[in-house]
Each structure stands twice: as C-alpha cells, then as structure tokens.
C-alpha cells in the first residue's frame, strides 16, 4: 500500500466521478456551447455569489490571469513573502504581465496592516504603481492556515483606499470554509477576483476557476485563449469539477481531523519539531532533527509506502486528502518515526 502526503493533488477520480465524467454532456467551450462547463461555471459563481466565473486548466492559468486583469506593465504587486503566485509560478508574472513583486514577510499568511500600507508606492513618477494586493487562503507555505475574515476585510478597505485590486488565490478555500465555518461566498465578497482549484482537496482531475464580475470574466476569456486555455469539448473534464464541488466538499473535514491528530502523533516524539498552533487545516509542516539527512529520510519512508514532499527551506510537508483514512494517517506517522530512528 502506498500512502501518498506529497500534495492533495495526488487523488484520482471515485467511480462516481468517473461516471459523471463518461456521461458529460459536451459541445465547443471556445465557442462558450458546452453544457457541461457552463454548468459548473453558473454553479461557482452561485456559490460565490460573483456575477461570473471562467473555467481554466490550472489554478496558476487562473493566477495569471487575474493578476493580467488588474495590472498594467512596470506595475507592482503586493504578495505576502511566501505565497504561491511568488515562489512556484515560475517567474510567470513577470513574463506574462510585466509586473513585480513586493513581497511583505508575515507569520503566518496574514501581512500586518502596517507592512502592507507601508509596501503601496505613492505618486512619485519614479515609483512603479501599485495595482493589486494578493492574499493566499489557505496558505500553502505556511502550513495550510487560515488567513482570518476580520484580516481580509481590513486588508480590503486598505486596498480600496489606495485605488488598487484585491485578489485572492484560493486554491484551498474551500479546507478555510470547511474549518471556520464561513461560506465561501462571504469571504468572497472583499475580493474584484479569487482563483480556485477544483484539483486539490476537492479531488477533480483537473482545473480551476476563476470569479469576479462579468466584465472581468469576459477579458479573461481573451487572456485565457491566449495562454493557451481555450479548450473544446471540455465539459468531458469540467465534469469532475462539477462533481467535487456537488460531493466532495463535505468530505474535507476528516482531512483536517487526521491531519491534526497525525502532526500530535509527530510532536509527541523527540524527533519532529511541529507548530499545533498552524496545523489549521489538511497540510503538516515539520522539521526533523538537524542531523538527519532530509533526502536520507524521505527515501527510507519511501521503501515503507510513504510519500512525502518538501516544503521550505528546511522543512517537510505532508497533505491530507481524502484518499488518505484514519488508518492510513496513523501507520504514517508510524513510519516516519521508525525512519527518523534508523538516521539518528
């Protein structure tokens, strides 16, 4: 048995996914006539209560997107230091947009209200402009926590202040509304636009969405064509999406439950140096003993079925999904303790 915690986008689709893919009804998304995806994308934006939405391969296709939609070339771009669009979208920003980066360094996701007032450039003409504020939630780096609604409604009324966008990558908002409580449509409500990912803890194969108003969805269809994102028949994978949105959110919860109980399992040892504190949703973030080799340590779980990733510098990760049970989430921590032991 494998028991794979590298990401939650290492799920494969239930039968009944694979039903409703089989059955989809398709036509030419180009040509906006595939039932299927538009289906799903009324469906979204009802969710979230956003005039439109757009379906898009990949949640950084929908990143670059909505960055594209807010900025103009030699803009600049408020993220929080280790967020997402920054560190794994390669550079894309920079290529696509023309745009910079300010990066403000938080604790946790959450960018202290006076850091991010400060990073907003004033007039001068020797300034580049700053035209967007980028929030990650959850936040993937720093261990999937959840960026708070008072923080992003402060973080809002800033943006608004200072005449710039606000946009949120949400790949895994859907594990920050599971855990609060609070719909997605209400923190929905403080962004121009949000980029979500259907193929992370949802469990679709493939895609994301992309929310915000009509008239933003209507240049993103231009700037999706462009990028390569036009698909045809796509309602064939939409379908998948439409099904873990309609079944697979409920399910999220246990993902957090064993997270949370696995990283406890970690702590209690001498071995694995964890913050409880930030074990919020469905991802581990955790360090093992200076001594040990990290690549050492990973193979060894890897010979007892144990898949795991690297987070930053320093760090390891482990990502929770459905796929992975109680049982499972248990025998992980076992593993990685007897591996741990063999390299001290």
């Known amino acids: 048995m494998i028991i794979d915690l590298r990401s939650d986008t290492v799920t494969v689709p239930t039968q009944a996914m694979r039903d409703a893919i089989a059955s989809a009804r398709v036509g030419d998304d180009v040509y906006g006539e595939d039932t299927t995806v538009n289906e799903l994308q009324e469906y979204a934006a009802h969710l979230f209560n956003k005039e439109a939405a757009l379906f898009v391969p990949t949640g950084v296709m929908g990143n670059q997107i909505c960055i594209a939609l807010h900025t103009e070339r030699g803009d600049e771009v408020i993220v929080e230091s280790e967020c997402h669009v920054f560190h794994y979208e390669t550079a894309a920003a920079s290529i696509i947009s023309s745009i910079q980066f300010h990066?403000?360094?938080?604790?946790?996701?959450?960018?202290?209200?006076?850091?991010?007032?400060?990073?907003?450039?004033?007039?001068?003409?020797?300034?580049?402009?700053?035209?967007l504020i980028c929030v990650e939630n959850t936040h993937n780096r720093h261990g999937g926590t959840v960026l708070s609604i008072e923080h992003i409604a402060q973080t809002a009324k800033i943006a608004q202040e200072a005449e710039c966008a606000f946009h949120c990558d949400g790949a895994r908002i859907w594990n920050a509304s599971a855990v609060t409580g609070i719909s997605v449509s209400e923190y929905a409500q403080y962004f121009d636009t949000l980029s979500v990912c259907l193929s992370k803890g949802l469990g679709a194969p493939v895609g994301s969405l992309i929310l915000g108003t009509k008239e933003h969805i209507t240049k993103a269809h231009k700037l999706r064509k462009i990028l390569g994102g036009g698909m045809r028949q796509s309602g064939m994978i939409a379908a998948g999406g439409l099904h873990a949105l309609t079944y697979h959110r409920e399910l999220l919860v246990e993902d957090h439950i064993n997270a949370l109980e696995f990283a406890k399992r970690l702590a209690e040892t001498d071995y694995f140096k964890v913050d409880l504190s930030k074990v919020q949703t469905n991802i581990v973030v955790f360090a093992i003993p200076k001594e040990v080799d990290i690549d050492t340590f990973l193979e060894l779980c890897k010979e007892q079925g144990l898949l795991l990733s690297k987070g930053r510098v320093g760090f390891l990760r482990a990502v929770f999904h459905f796929q992975v049970n109680e049982i499972m989430a248990s025998a992980a921590s076992?593993?990685?303790i007897e591996a741990v032991q063999r390299c001290v």
Not at 104 to 131: C, H, L, N, Q
């Open 103 to 131: 990066c403000v360094p938080s604790k946790a996701g959450e960018m202290d209200e006076e850091d991010i007032r400060r990073a907003i450039r004033t007039k001068e003409y020797y300034f580049p402009r700053t035209a």
């Open 334 to 336: 076992e593993i990685m």
